[in-house]
């Protein structure tokens, strides 16, 4: 149980191009869920916590106008890449919290979507 | 200040052998929480051990535990007797209580260690 599925998994598209990665929940629902980027060789970084029927809220220093999130139902949340530049190119991970809260502290994370653009 | 210090890029082990991976913290939270995640080429982040920052007892699943100093704030994890398939990265992450309902459950990531099992 607990599975988390992205697509796509990879990825490559132009530049001025938008894209769109998808993030479910598949045996749970999913109130919360949050959506990391990380370059390679390095951490992964938060950039924003997607709450079902409201608002996603982003972390500083990331563009809301470019990274659009929707978290229409309680097992989709989407990011929508919007006029993609090269330095957008990175792994991008969801991770989706439990509803019910299985357990006080885990969250449930994607396999990633590898971004490229050219 | 960092608030998850990974001081080790990368660290060497001998199959069969025990290693241990650092992680220092910093928060002035007093309920907050530090996971180990393991990353391996493929992308995905496998959840390790949890340990709360109220818990009495070190965490410990299967061949891996968590050493966790509460005074020190460090929390690192003890991998026993390595395997070749443990080869990856090794992330240390805290959650924070923090005053939002969605904000309690954020995860804050170290910079990671590459652990590489030899044979």
């Known amino acids: 149980g607990a599975v988390v599925s992205q697509h796509p998994s990879w990825v490559i598209c132009k530049s001025g191009t938008s894209v769109k990665i998808e993030c479910r929940s598949l045996?749970?629902?999913?109130?919360?869920m949050f959506w990391y980027r990380q370059f390679p060789k390095q951490s992964l970084m938060l950039m924003a916590t997607?709450?079902?029927?409201?608002?996603?809220?982003?972390e500083q220093g990331v563009e809301k106008d470019k990274f659009l999130i929707n978290h229409a139902s309680l097992t989709l949340s989407t990011l929508t890449v919007t006029s993609a530049h090269p330095e957008d190119s990175s792994f991008y991970i969801c991770?989706?919290?439990?509803?019910?809260?299985?357990?006080?502290?885990?969250?449930?994370f994607g396999p990633g979507t590898r971004l490229t653009v050219t | 200040a960092q608030k998850i210090t990974q001081t080790q890029p990368g660290m060497f082990v001998q199959e069969k052998e025990a290693v241990t991976l650092d992680c220092t913290y910093d928060?002035?939270?007093?309920?907050?929480?530090l996971f180990w995640y393991k990353q391996p080429s493929s992308g995905e982040m496998i959840f390790l051990i949890y340990?709360?920052?109220?818990?009495?007892q070190n965490a410990t699943e299967g061949r891996y535990s968590l050493n966790f100093q509460k005074a020190r704030k460090s929390a690192n994890l003890v991998i026993s007797a390595s395997q070749l398939g443990d080869s990856a990265m090794y992330f240390c992450?805290?959650?924070?209580?923090?005053?939002?309902?969605?904000?309690?459950?954020?995860?804050?990531f170290g910079k990671g260690t590459k652990l590489s099992v030899i044979p």
């Open positions: 997607s709450n079902e029927g409201s608002k996603a809220t982003y």
């Open positions: 340990q709360g920052s109220y818990d009495q």
């Open positions: 928060t002035s939270d007093p309920s907050y929480g």
């Open positions: 045996d749970f629902q999913a109130t919360t």
């Open positions: 992450a805290m959650r924070e209580r923090g005053y939002s309902g969605a904000g309690s459950y954020q995860l804050t």
């Open positions: 991770s989706a919290r439990d509803a019910i809260a299985r357990s006080s502290y885990e969250q449930y």
